[in-house]
């Protein structure tokens, strides 16, 4: 099976029209309609619900549960605790690999964070379930519970995100610090986010025998099926899990968590299918999040307004029990030329649900910071905004020296600033006002985010009558998978998109990795790109070694796929349809698989990321302080565009979450119980379409073909990372205060300056 490298071409071209066309979501139409089946649509007969009850408290042990009354309810089945439960087989506080973090599932009476699973009830309906976790009636021996980044002694983790080392640095930091003429020292300050996900944590599970067939949305379908197989101790081919649909996931999804796992626990216990769906509250502790930080910024800038140096540090949280660190201070890695610079973490331990993956971690809150500080360095310095990034951004990745696509950053700079019409900005804050007296400010902020790739398998068939398919266990949590990836699928084959049929979201097909690091395109797409190389190259020694064929002694030259057809690349004129080929040899199909992995050399050699820039505009009232974003424009370097359509739309989510990052987001916590006192879509505030401005973005055109065969870089976070700051430094601008603790809030805003 031919393996292709990043950078040369397959033996067999195929020169497909699918890629890079602005096709519609070929599962639009299921979705709008209501035809879709998530997870919680299953119903398999003889199904009862399942509905956790979680502790009230952050930090102490239940001393008990009125399992008596919760099981008098008429309708309930069974309580699952503690002390009733199916056993498991391993015990799920051991780490068996670092994307395995320990989770609640009964286990013990101990109480470790609030909104944690203490007991399942098991019901004939959702009612009698909830009524009967309701009548469980807690009562607790209460622990005073750690909150905040200053609940104890704080301590230097051994690795930040996934095995990133805790401290950085290259030259010395406090000798440029020392020879600048301008100097910052700021402290910013990020507060906890939760995943909010249209569609909540679901599972569908059923026993029959030793087979598990499961429901439920995952972004990593062989991840959740090896740690379920662990955990229960049966084989990989015992378990059959569905995910053809996920309403959207943002990291909290790519791991197994608790709740899932309470839910297939509950249906060995009562021998029945179960169903359990969290509550929107529940949602707010067992299934990750985005963990607070407390960063400090030391930069420094010579008479030029030329960098010196950057020192960024990040305090972060993670739980009692587990470890997991923002690595906010890395964003500092990759974008602005300071000959000395530095980054390192500290982190403290608190009573809450282990943070995790958030869309772009560490990423998204160190940009924040990162971009707050170039900003006010750059009014430091006299110097606008953006002549200050321009004058100082990376031409090289500044901690490695490895190069990567600086071009782009800079093509991003000009062509966002020209839409946006950056020249028109006045250099000083609090000068512009729109009609209506209200301050007007513009800001910017570079966005970027690695280029990943991960490791995949799929398998692609050519049959007689013309036809292909393509499987692979990819996973659409709305970011438009099926359709991106049937296009590559299409292009690989040589066939319309409408004569492959497309087979994802299950885990008896080839592994796609995991849907995470904004990579699952690059990912997934390479494998079905290889296995496309992988089966015309078959295709074509049938045709290129039968006498009757005429493209018989082609090998040499090599074909071409197109529309169904192979044809020689040296005589067009000569070819013929796979039909023709294979009715020939009596075949009634061919098929081949490949698989899609970064390759070692070019990522040693090479820094691999995506770019952008991005410009805001705010308008705040200068007698209520109230802050709103009104225009947004976004020019974002990312490689191969598959789908305009698709891209736009993943990039218009991230400059909203990004202003909701600046503006919006925030999970308060009560400091004296450790309880989160707005766990709901009510008073955890994130944009709705009214907050929401017109939006404007431009795809640089870039190729670089060192990422990937493809060419493709991730689109899915890229978004948050310049516009958090974008929208911050506007608000500055229009007012005149630097704010460093988000979301911004209005009582920030009120004083006159």
């Known amino acids: 099976m031919p393996e292709l490298n990043l950078t040369s071409a397959p033996a067999h071209l195929r020169h497909g029209s699918n890629i890079g066309q602005p096709l519609t979501r070929r599962d639009g139409v299921l979705k709008v309609t209501g035809r879709a089946t998530y997870a919680a649509d299953n119903h398999p007969h003889g199904m009862l619900f399942a509905v956790m009850a979680v ?419 990819a996973h659409d949590m709305g970011q438009g998978a099926w359709t991106a990836l049937a296009q590559i699928a299409a292009d690989a084959v040589g066939l319309d998109i409408d004569r492959v049929d497309f087979k994802a979201g299950t885990s008896d097909l080839p592994d796609a990795g995991i849907a995470g690091g904004s990579a699952h395109t690059a990912t997934a797409g390479a494998a079905i790109h290889t296995a496309g190389a992988a089966v015309i190259a078959k295709l074509a020694d049938l045709a290129t070694g039968d006498e009757r064929s005429p493209l018989f002694g082609a090998g040499n030259a090599g074909v071409i796929a197109r529309d169904g057809r192979l044809i020689r690349r040296d005589d067009e004129s000569r070819g013929e349809s796979y039909t023709e080929i294979l009715a020939r040899a009596g075949v009634a199909e061919v098929e081949a698989r490949g698989t899609g992995a970064p390759n070692p050399a070019a990522m040693e050699e090479y820094a691999m990321h995506a770019h952008g820039a991005v410009f805001a505009e705010v308008k705040v009232d200068p007698e209520l302080g109230q802050a709103r974003v009104t225009r947004m424009v976004g020019a974002f370097a990312a490689g191969r565009i598959v789908n305009p359509h698709l891209v736009k739309s993943q990039l218009f989510g991230g400059m909203i979450w990004g202003m909701s990052f600046a503006l919006h987001e925030e999970a308060i916590t009560d400091r004296r119980s450790g309880r989160i006192m707005n766990a709901n879509l009510g008073e955890y505030h994130i944009p709705v379409n009214a907050d929401v401005p017109p939006l404007d973005v431009i795809t640089v055109e870039e190729h670089d073909p060192h990422v990937n065969a493809l060419g493709i870089k991730g689109v899915g976070e890229i978004g948050i990372t310049g516009s958090a700051g974008a929208v911050a430094n506007a608000v500055w601008h229009a007012t005149g205060v630097r704010v460093r603790r988000f979301p911004i809030r209005i009582e920030e805003l009120l004083t006159e300056r």
């Open 55 to 473: 502790s009230g408290i952050a930090h102490g042990r239940v001393t008990s549960l009125d399992v008596a009354a919760a099981k008098r309810h008429p309708g309930v089945v069974d309580v699952m605790a503690p002390d009733h439960k199916p056993a498991l087989a391993i015990d799920p506080e051991i780490k068996t690999n670092p994307f395995v973090f320990r989770m609640e599932v009964l286990q013990s009476n101990e109480v470790r964070y609030a909104n944690q699973p203490i007991a399942v009830v098991i019901a004939e309906t959702l009612e009698a379930a909830t009524e009967g976790a309701a009548l469980l009636a807690p009562r607790y021996e209460t622990l005073p519970a750690l909150v905040g980044l200053d609940a104890g002694e704080s301590y230097v983790p051994p690795v930040v995100g996934v095995g990133n080392p805790t401290e950085n640095h290259r030259g010395d930091v406090e000798a440029g610090l020392a020879a600048a003429e301008k100097r910052i020292d700021a402290i910013y300050e990020t507060p906890p986010q939760y995943h909010n996900a249209m569609e909540p944590h679901a599972i569908v599970a059923h026993w029959d025998g030793d087979n598990l067939r499961i429901d439920m949305p995952t972004q990593g379908l062989m991840l959740s099926l090896a740690r379920v197989a662990e955990l229960f101790g049966i084989a990989h081919d015992k378990i059959h899990i569905r995910s053809p649909f996920l309403g959207g996931g943002f990291g909290s999804k790519g791991l197994m968590a608790g709740p899932p796992v309470l839910g297939i626990m509950a249906a060995k216990l009562v021998g029945k299918p179960v169903k359990l769906v969290l509550r929107r509250e529940q949602m707010y502790g067992p299934v990750g999040h985005r963990a607070p930080t407390r960063q400090r910024l030391r930069i420094g800038a010579d008479g030029e307004g030329q960098l010196t140096a950057l020192d960024h540090h990040a305090r972060t949280v993670s739980s009692t029990f587990d470890d997991f660190y923002e690595p906010a201070a890395d964003a500092s890695h990759t974008l602005y030329a300071a000959p000395a610079i530095r980054t390192s973490h500290d982190a403290v331990r608190v009573n809450t649900g282990t943070p995790l993956f958030m869309r772009a971690p560490g990423e998204a809150t160190g940009s924040i910071a990162l971009e707050s500080a170039i900003d006010e360095m750059a009014w430091a310095c006299g110097i606008d905004p953006l002549a200050f990034r321009l004058k100082n951004y990376a031409e090289v990745e500044p901690m490695t020296g490895r190069p990567f696509s600086s071009k782009a950053l800079r093509a991003c700079y000009e062509q966002g600033a020209a839409r946006f019409g950056w020249a028109k900005r006045s250099l000083q804050p609090r000068q512009m006002r729109d009609d209506a007296g209200l301050l007007v400010g513009w800001g910017m902020g570079t966005a970027t985010f690695p280029a990943l790739m991960f490791q995949a398998e799929a398998r692609a068939v050519i049959r007689r009558d013309g036809s292909g398919a393509m499987e692979i266990g």
